[in-house]
């Protein structure tokens, strides 16, 4: 306890102003009346009876209250009272954000009062921690959150109990049987906490949706959907609408559009994509001279702001790809017909037509609106057979679209864009999903030859939509961009300082040598051992690129200006640049730059939760795919380090879990080196650290919580 500064004594006005002082610097400790006596100035007969009546006149002030037999302390409603979310939640503790305080409050679960993550509170600030954390007690639940919890059910005769997947919550969830006949024991099902009473052991929940069948693949995924709290299905009054909208090509709308139908044009994409929302064309202009034509489905003539559809793409802002489907923006109506642009059907497209030279020189640049007829449709392996064996439906078109491309990627690579390549981990699944094998996907120059002229499109329009001319100079216009801010120069050293232990020399930069730098090294290690670990680094140690009007350049692309407007099928901020676009080239000098940039930051969080979806449903599907292989050994290398155990990824299939390191049997006590970012061993002195290669045994897997144990065999 902290020296007081104030007087001792037996004046009864000075006693009470020191026990008053005393429950107000120590809010919550629990303080008996001989403690108040000796404390305040004396222990004897006299003193105990003077403490005994300041604290009784305390009890009725309302400023003190007994908390347990003859044990006080200051009342929570004598406290200041904040309000605040719960930003996280474990089992054990849970942090609230309250914005007038400096940082998050500490509160344990036994002073949680029920609070779940995303719950509005009012909580009392108690005290700080010798390491300054705020520590608090919630004493009242302002508003429960409404996020549900994804659960597998089991029934009792008058109850079932809902056990979460995620761990977040720590318990059951109770739901009474009665209300909820069509639940079976197995279910997953999903659930909204409405309650946890005082004194109940569980918290209290009704039922929002059956998922179906544990194990079921389209019950799990919908699972993961609900998880994230995003849709699995459109209602019927978006699809509706979907539905209602007119097909038709009127001779008047083609006349409002440049006619590209005599250009040679085709769309280039997977072989399982149900919409092709991108097309490419080329027509010899002269020699030497090219003109290219990328054209991008035109979602906005179907699709009007403020229409049913169009609040639903808000609000979805993004598709989401897990592993076996795609969750659609936008309904299959426009998605897969009125908007994908299948071969041998008129489409209408928003189009950027370049004329290039065989220097990669931009003679010349058109943005508007065509009408197009896709001439073929190729998967990327079918171009890829033409690129490589020269021969194949409109082979002079895509040799001659492939030698541009790789033109204009090595000049941006020339001007400081940075090569991240990683393996992406792709399933092959059985007629009901169950994973079957796991392979890498490779990119290749088909995929390339798209990619190129994707990002030429999206840079040529974020720079004719950034500025307008006036009077000979150029004035800034509202836009959508997508920025990529330079890497922190704290991440770059701890990644140089990652890199030196591998004997890789990455050199302290700034600006684009950083980016030069980073090639250079990228290049050195491609096909290493520690080709994975490096340059997973390498990203982390990248800033993340978002959506908002305020441009800042994209530093990965080395583009002084990009935006999204190649995907408005799939991402909403495309649509947002199809309709400023549109609304520029019509003459329109400004845009509400607030509205945009709150659209721009939901587009961004959502992308963030689809990303976060997509990763965890890999995540299940590992699981899946390793759960007849428990008792297996596999080589692999050390993927990620934590204080209780590594990340372990395996050869071949990319398939990662976690080893702990209380599982080590070997003797020796093994601890996390922050600071050198490795595992060490006291006595063996074995050190493990990103990239180390090992060897595991598969221990457990949990499909509920997809997540994988491996036992390290050292």
Not at 26 to 41: E, I, Q, R, V
Not at 317 to 342: G, K, Q
Not at 467 to 473: A, F, L
Not at 581 to 600: C, M, T
């Amino acid at each position: 306890m902290a020296k007081r500064k104030n007087k001792r004594g037996n004046n009864r006005d000075e006693r009470a102003s020191f026990i008053v002082d005393m429950f107000r610097e120590f809010p919550d400790n629990k303080f008996s009346l001989k403690h108040l006596a000796a404390a305040s100035g004396g222990a004897d007969r006299d003193g105990r009876t003077m403490t005994f009546a300041i604290v009784r006149q305390l009890i009725e002030d309302g400023f003190v209250e007994e908390v347990a037999r003859s044990k006080y302390r200051l009342s929570r409603s004598a406290m200041p009272r904040f309000r605040g979310v719960v930003s996280t939640a474990s089992p054990g503790v849970l942090y609230v954000s309250v914005e007038e305080l400096e940082s998050d409050v500490y509160v344990s679960r036994r002073n949680a009062g029920g609070a779940l993550e995303g719950d509005t509170v009012e909580l009392v600030v108690a005290r700080r921690s010798r390491d300054g954390e705020l520590e608090g007690t919630i004493v009242n639940v302002v508003e429960r959150s409404t996020r549900p919890y994804v659960g597998t059910a089991e029934i009792t005769a008058n109850s079932i109990f809902v056990t979460p997947d995620s761990r977040r919550l720590g318990c059951d969830i109770y739901l009474p049987r009665k209300k909820n006949a069509k639940v079976e024991s197995g279910d997953k099902v999903l659930v909204r906490v409405v309650d946890w009473p005082e004194g109940e052991r569980l918290p209290h929940g009704e039922l929002v949706d059956i998922l179906g069948k544990a194990g079921d693949n389209d019950t799990e995924m919908h699972a993961i959907l609900a998880e994230f709290n995003l849709p699995y299905r459109f209602e019927r009054d978006v699809i509706n609408a979907a539905n209602r909208i007119d097909d038709g090509i009127t001779k008047e709308e083609i006349e409002r559009r440049r006619d590209m139908r005599p250009r040679t044009t085709f769309t280039i994409d997977p072989a399982d994509a149900k919409d092709f929302d991108d097309a490419l064309s080329l027509h010899k202009l002269d020699e030497g001279l090219w003109e290219v034509g990328v054209h991008i489905a035109d979602v906005t003539h179907y699709v009007t702001p403020g229409s049913v559809v169009d609040n639903e793409a808000v609000e979805r802002a993004t598709s989401v790809y897990l592993v076996d489907r795609t969750i659609p923006m936008l309904p299959e109506r426009l998605s897969n017909e009125l908007c994908s642009l299948r071969p041998h059907e008129d489409k209408l497209c928003f189009s950027a037509v370049f004329t290039l030279n065989e220097n990669l020189d931009i003679i010349d640049e058109w943005f508007g609106r065509t009408v197009i007829h896709s001439d073929r449709r190729f998967t990327y392996e079918e171009a890829q057979a033409i690129i490589e064996c020269g021969e194949g439906d409109f082979r002079d078109e895509i040799l001659t679209l492939n030698r541009l491309a790789q033109g204009l990627r090595k000049e941006r690579f020339k001007h400081g864009a940075i090569a991240f390549e990683r393996d992406e981990v792709r399933f092959r699944l059985d007629d009901k999903g169950k994973p079957i094998g796991v392979y890498t996907k490779i990119q290749k120059e088909a995929n390339m030859l798209i990619e190129e002229f994707m990002l030429l499109a999206n840079r040529r329009v974020a720079e004719y939509c950034a500025y307008r001319m006036s009077n000979g100079r150029r004035v800034a216009r509202p836009m959508v961009f997508r920025v990529h801010d330079e890497p922190s120069e704290d991440k770059l050293e701890r990644f140089r300082e990652f890199a030196l232990r591998f004997g890789h020399y990455f050199k302290a930069q700034k600006g684009r040598a950083i980016a030069k730098e980073m090639n250079k090294l990228l290049g050195t290690i491609s096909g290493r051992p520690e080709h994975n670990a490096i340059t997973t680094l390498a990203v982390r140690s990248m800033a993340k690129a978002v959506y908002t009007t305020d441009n800042i350049g994209h530093y990965g692309l080395a583009f002084p200006f990009y935006t999204h407007f190649t995907s408005p099928i799939r991402r909403y901020p495309d649509m947002m640049v199809h309709r400023l676009l549109a609304s520029y080239l019509s003459g329109a000098k400004s845009a509400d730059k607030v509205h945009l940039e709150q659209l721009a930051v939901h587009s961004t969080e959502r992308e963030i939760i689809a990303s976060d979806a997509e990763r965890a449903s890999i995540k299940y599907k590992m699981a899946e795919f390793m759960k007849d292989r428990i008792g297996e050994e596999f080589e692999g290398v050390v993927s990620g380090l934590t204080e209780w155990g590594v990340y372990v990824e395996l050869d071949d299939t990319h398939v990662e879990g976690m080893a702990f390191l209380r599982d080590i049997d070997d003797n020796d006590y093994y601890r996390f080196d922050e600071a050198r970012y490795e595992v060490v061993g006291r006595s063996s002195g074995i050190r493990l650290t990103l990239g180390s290669r090992v060897r595991v045994r598969v221990k457990n897997v949990d499909l509920n919580r997809r997540t994988l144990d491996f036992k390290l065999l050292l």
